[in-house]
């Protein structure tokens, strides 16, 4: 598996979200740190550098999210998936 995203995919990614962050929908003109392609369920996972897997995140959603692909809901205190499976 490779990291790697290249021109053509994450071009295909950034216009597929009309450059908005997939996560909290803002614009990348209104970011300081702009946005990036990121793996919606990380490598590590065994998530694929594939258009299905990638997500286009301005720099602190993707931060925030980390590798993470579940969390405790506070509101069931339940293990909840934070994305539908791919």
Known sequence: MSRY???D???LVTERAERLCEYCLIHE???VFGCQV???ISEKHGG???PG???YACAFC???KG???ASISQRTERLTPLFRSL
């Open 48 to 50: 694929k550098t594939e």
């Open 67 to 69: 590798t993470d692909i």
């Open 29 to 31: 003109d209104d970011t």
């Open 38 to 40: 990121d793996h919606v």
């Open 5 to 7: 995203v290249g021109a």
């Open 62 to 64: 993707n931060r925030h």
């Open 53 to 55: 897997n990638l997500a």
């Open 9 to 11: 995919l994450r071009r």
